[in-house]
């Protein structure tokens, strides 16, 4: 099965009211549950039936309650995000900052991008997929940690366009 075959598969699932689906194969199993469950997307690949290899799961949070919000402390500087545009994830994998453990990030905070400059890798199915910039502009802030695993259309960075 493919990547894009499966990038499908979870546009339908988000668009019925499927609560779980489940495709097993000789060597593959694809499990996706729908947000509405509070769920999750799990991918299982065994192209050894000795060996076992899983990528991480990541719960679909459901909305915090009141008191959780007032605890999380304030940023030094208040970020206006209402001209600000989120560079998503186009896949499910794990998020990397930089192209190697050893190597600086592709940006940080306050560096400039262009249309079609990498901006990091998301790593799926053994693959490692360069993620290029949909906008260009000024980043205002990385929002997952590296080496995280991220779902489709997770926000990765925020952009100001007008830097």
Do not use: H, W
């Amino acid at each position: 099965m493919t990547l894009k075959e499966i990038k499908e598969l979870v546009k339908v699932i988000d668009e019925t009211e499927l609560s779980e689906f489940k495709l097993k194969k000789e060597n593959f199993e694809l499990t996706i549950k729908s947000k509405q469950t509070d769920a999750t997307v799990q991918t299982v690949i065994n192209p050894n039936p000795m060996v076992t290899m899983a990528q991480p799961v990541q719960q679909v949070a459901s909305a915090p309650a009141p008191a959780a919000e007032k605890a999380v402390p304030a940023e030094p500087t208040e970020i206006d995000s209402s001209n600000l545009i989120e560079v998503k994830s186009p896949i499910i994998g794990t998020f990397y900052r930089s192209p190697s453990p050893d190597k600086p990030p592709y940006l940080t905070v306050g560096d400039n991008v262009n249309v079609g400059d990498v901006v990091c890798i998301v790593e799926a199915m053994k693959l490692f997929n360069e993620i290029e910039s949909e906008v260009s502009g000024t980043i205002v802030k990385v929002l997952v940690e590296d080496a995280s695993p991220v779902e489709y259309d997770t926000p990765l960075f925020l952009v100001d366009p007008k830097g």
